[in-house]
Nanobody
């Protein structure tokens, strides 16, 4: 089992920045892909960004079109942490943000952006962007 705990959410004005962190514990050696998803009130959970580790291969980062150029994902498997730097936030970014982990490396959007491909989830952290 892998346990994930998010932190760093809060209230910020439009145009501001926030940094989310996800700390993993447990059988973290089985993690190969970690991702951020978000769920706004009344909407389905959607993909934000993901990071894949693969032994002997470069690390890969992926982003949803809606956050590309504004958000940056980073991860450190040795430290068992993952971060999401969010800049130029707007009210449409308001949501609960979830950290997720999968025991497989994903390189295709069909997989890394699909919530069903992740085995472990955190409890979520609220991000609210005021206009």
């Amino acid at each position: 089992q892998v346990q994930l705990v998010e932190s760093g959410g809060g209230l910020v004005q439009a145009g501001g920045s926030l940094r989310l962190s996800c700390a993993a514990s447990g059988r973290t050696f089985s993690m190969y892909t970690m991702g951020w998803f978000r769920q706004a009130t009344g909407k389905e959970r959607e993909f934000v960004a993901a990071f894949t580790w693969s032994t002997g291969n470069p690390n890969y980062a992926y982003y949803a079109d809606s956050v590309k150029g504004r958000f940056t994902i980073s991860g450190d498997k040795a430290k068992k942490t993952m971060n999401l730097e969010m800049n130029s936030l707007n009210p449409e970014d308001t949501a609960v943000y979830y950290c997720a982990a999968a025991p497989r490396p994903y390189y295709i959007s069909t997989y890394y952006s699909d919530t069903s491909q992740y085995d472990y989830w955190g409890q979520g952290t609220q991000v609210t962007v005021s206009s």
